[in-house]
């Protein structure tokens, strides 16, 4: 028989071994990215024989071809089918070989890591230490993908311990804007969104959620159709439509009693049981609280709502004066609240002090912050707004006494126009008279170059002309057209224009223009009343501009504040 019972353990050792290898050989095809999602796949399917095996040979790979990167990875998946004290052996050799590389999502993932790991085998108290300690580590790094992770399962604890709008805020935020966020995770945070409104009584939002989760995922992902097909049972056990709720917990009862999904068993006996207390059926509500109490001894997964259903028990069998069960109860429901007490109370009072406290000063600090660049800002405005002010008030001073020495010249000029006029006849009679005397004298010395003296009073007896008939005022005057027309070169013409008139031809030209239009403007009314277009084409100007630039520099003021002044001495 001995021998029989060792020849049939071999021939079942060496078919698993080879059908292990079979499978072993068959991943050699399979690059780690492959590799990462046929471990996923496996493992969402609950097939944990096939994800493991996955792990394993991934970090067996990636040891032989020493790379660090993909053995850290290996141990994150050898950690997840494993009891929490293996699962903490491998995220401790994962810690060691992160330190030899050089990637900013360590030392975070570690903490992270850890945090599940607590959170799964329900030691909330680790659980949260090892989030916030993650959660620090990642915004060092202003890491935005493992600051959500973080945050969110945080939240999860927040839930635990009834803060639900709290953690409703924190959901529907990462729900929304997280786009670094993979599906998986995404439809974590909607599956607890959904369950966290039902608890806040925001039903509407919850029955958005619950029936896009039932329509998307009917016919294409079982386990996530249960998923919200018991948080419609919650639902319709909320609004207290009972039977309605019995149905769909029922059917999610058959589903995951075929899984090792924990927590999901709990929660539906737990709302089945509730659905019953609701139609009064206290047999079957005991039924499945009893349940509840055989699979938390199994599994030692324990929740916030187990008080509810030992009281229940308890009520229960002393009505029905069962003493044992009675004693039995208390005493599980002594131990469970230990438990629950313990936990509670630490992530009650830790979440405050080390989650929602340094948000809350940070946010107190962004705040300070905000207020004073707006102050800083206010000062600066109000510097820049008084300096324009400043610089407003003295150009319009500047302006304003510019414009009164404006006026002021051009009052002089209207009022001296006749006796200007006076004086430029009588210097033009000096300037006859000088033609033939100081020229005489002075005229080698006055000239540079020689110049006959009765050719240099010819052009000055021309020039006599050229302003008394005010040839002036024709367009097109150059200094070669006017040589040409009193039959000289224009080189002469424009030495004896220097010397005698102390001006090149140019400024010659223009100041007799400019002479002419400040007399004439001030006797002339109607010549005064002309558009300035037509007036600079009389004076001899090519355009406008010409002439009122021509005029501001002759004499000092703008042609519009002299043709004011004009304008009065005229009313």
């Known amino acids: 028989m001995k021998i029989q019972a060792l020849i049939l353990f071999l021939i079942g050792y060496n078919l698993l071994y080879a059908q292990t290898n079979i499978k072993t050989d068959s991943l050699k095809n399979y690059t780690y990215q492959e590799l990462q999602e046929k471990f996923y796949d496996y493992n969402y399917d609950g097939k944990s024989d096939e994800s493991k095996l996955i792990a394993q040979y991934y970090l067996s790979k990636a040891k032989q071809e020493k790379n660090n990167s993909q053995i850290a990875e290996g141990y994150a998946f050898m950690y997840v089918n494993e009891n929490e004290e293996n699962a903490l052996k491998y995220i401790d050799s994962m810690s060691v070989v992160s330190k030899k590389i050089n990637e900013d999502i360590y030392p975070t993932r570690i903490y992270l890591l850890k945090a599940n790991i607590f959170l799964k085998f329900n030691n909330q108290k680790e659980a949260l230490n090892n989030y916030i300690i993650g959660l620090k580590y990642a915004k060092q790094r202003n890491n935005k993908r493992q600051i959500a992770l973080a945050e969110t399962n945080i939240a999860y604890l927040n839930n635990y311990v009834g803060k639900h709008l709290e953690a409703a805020l924190i959901l529907r935020y990462y729900m929304d804007n997280a786009d670094y966020l993979n599906e998986n995770e995404v439809e974590k945070i909607r599956v607890n969104l959904a369950d966290t409104y039902i608890e806040i009584n925001k039903l509407d939002s919850a029955n958005s959620l619950i029936n896009r989760g039932l329509r998307v995922f009917k016919n294409k992902d079982t386990y996530r159709y249960y998923q919200y097909l018991i948080l419609s049972g919650s639902y319709h056990l909320k609004l207290k439509k009972y039977q309605m709720a019995i149905d769909n917990l029922l059917q999610c009862k058959k589903y995951f009693f075929t899984t090792d999904d924990e927590r999901n068993k709990n929660y539906t006996l737990y709302y089945l049981g509730e659905s019953y207390v609701g139609i009064k059926q206290k047999q079957k509500a005991v039924q499945n609280f009893a349940e509840i109490d055989s699979l938390i001894q199994k599994s030692d997964y324990i929740f916030p709502e187990l008080r509810r259903v030992y009281t229940y028990l308890i009520d229960y069998y002393k009505e029905k004066k069962d003493k044992e069960k009675q004693l039995f109860y208390i005493e599980r429901f002594l131990t469970i609240d230990q438990i629950l007490d313990s936990e509670f109370s630490y992530v009650s009072r830790e979440l405050p002090r080390r989650y929602d406290k340094p948000n809350l000063l940070k946010e107190k600090e962004a705040i300070i912050n905000e207020l004073a660049t707006k102050k800083i800002f206010f000062y600066i405005s109000l510097g820049v707004l008084s300096l324009i002010l400043w610089l407003f008030v003295y150009l319009y001073y500047k302006t304003k006494k510019s414009e009164k020495q404006h006026r002021k010249i051009a009052q002089d000029l209207v009022h001296s126009v006749y006796e200007s006029h006076k004086v430029r006849k009588e210097t033009e009679t000096q300037n006859e008279n000088l033609s033939y005397t100081e020229p005489q004298e002075n005229l080698k010395d006055k000239t540079t170059r020689v ?62 223009r400019i002479d002419y239009a400040i007399s004439r403007l001030a006797k002339d009314k109607k010549f005064s009343s002309y558009k300035l277009a037509i007036i600079a084409e009389e004076l001899g100007y090519n355009n406008e501009q010409a002439f009122t630039t021509a005029f501001k520099k002759k004499t000092g003021t703008p042609l519009t504040i002299y043709l004011k002044e004009v304008e009065k001495e005229n009313l």
Not at 461 to 468: I, N, P
Not at 492 to 509: P, Q, R, V
């Open 451 to 512: 110049i006959a003296e009765e050719v240099a009073k010819t052009i000055l007896k021309e020039l006599e002309l050229f302003e008394s008939k005010e040839h002036f005022l024709k367009k097109g005057i150059t200094l070669a057209t006017l040589a040409k027309k009193i039959k000289t070169n224009s080189n002469y013409l424009s030495e004896i224009i220097n010397t005698h008139k102390g001006k090149n031809f140019n400024a010659y030209l223009n100041d007799l």
